[in-house]
C-alpha cells in the first residue's frame, strides 16, 4: 500500500525557515516523481516543486523558485523542502504526493497518491 506522511509544518515568523519531510512507504523513488503542493483556505491546490523518479531531476513554481528546495533520501525513502525566507502568502497546508505526470510535474491532476498535510503558517 502506498502512503505518505507529511511532518515538519508549524508557526515560524516572517523570513523564517522550515524543513518539511514527506516519508513514503509502499513504493521507492524509482517508482514515482514526487511532488509538494499547498493549499490556503479559498484557494486552489498549488504545484510548489517536484523531483522526478528518472534523473532527479528537479521543478519548482516561479512563487518559491530560490527560496525553497527539494531534495530526497532514497536510504530513507524520504523527500524534503527546505523552504527559506519565508512570506505570509506561504501559510497553507503542505502536501506531498506520488504519481507519474505526463504533461506538467506541478500539475496536482497528475498525482495519484496524496498524503494528509502539514499545516504551515508564517506570521508576519
Known amino acids: 500500500e502506498v502512503q505518505l506522511v507529511e511532518s515538519g509544518g508549524g508557526l515560524v515568523q516572517a523570513g523564517g525557515s522550515l524543513r518539511l519531510s514527506c516519508a513514503a512507504s509502499?513504493?521507492?523513488?524509482?517508482?514515482?516523481?514526487i511532488g509538494w503542493f499547498r493549499q490556503a483556505p479559498g484557494k486552489e491546490r498549488e504545484g510548489l516543486s517536484c523531483?522526478?523518479?528518472?534523473?532527479?531531476?528537479?521543478y519548482y513554481a516561479d512563487s518559491v523558485k530560490g527560496r525553497f528546495t527539494i531534495s530526497s533520501d532514497n536510504a530513507k525513502n524520504t523527500v524534503y523542502l527546505q523552504m527559506n525566507s519565508l512570506k505570509s502568502e506561504d501559510t497553507a497546508v503542505y502536501y506531498c504526493?506520488?504519481?507519474?505526470?505526463?504533461?506538467?510535474?506541478?500539475?496536482?491532476?497528475?498525482?495519484?497518491?496524496w498524503g494528509q498535510g502539514t499545516q504551515v503558517t508564517v506570521s508576519s
Open positions: 504526493a506520488a504519481g507519474s505526470p505526463y504533461s506538467d510535474y506541478l500539475n496536482p491532476y497528475e498525482y495519484d497518491y
Open positions: 509502499g513504493f521507492t523513488f524509482d517508482d514515482y516523481d
Open positions: 523531483i522526478s523518479s528518472s534523473d532527479r531531476s528537479t
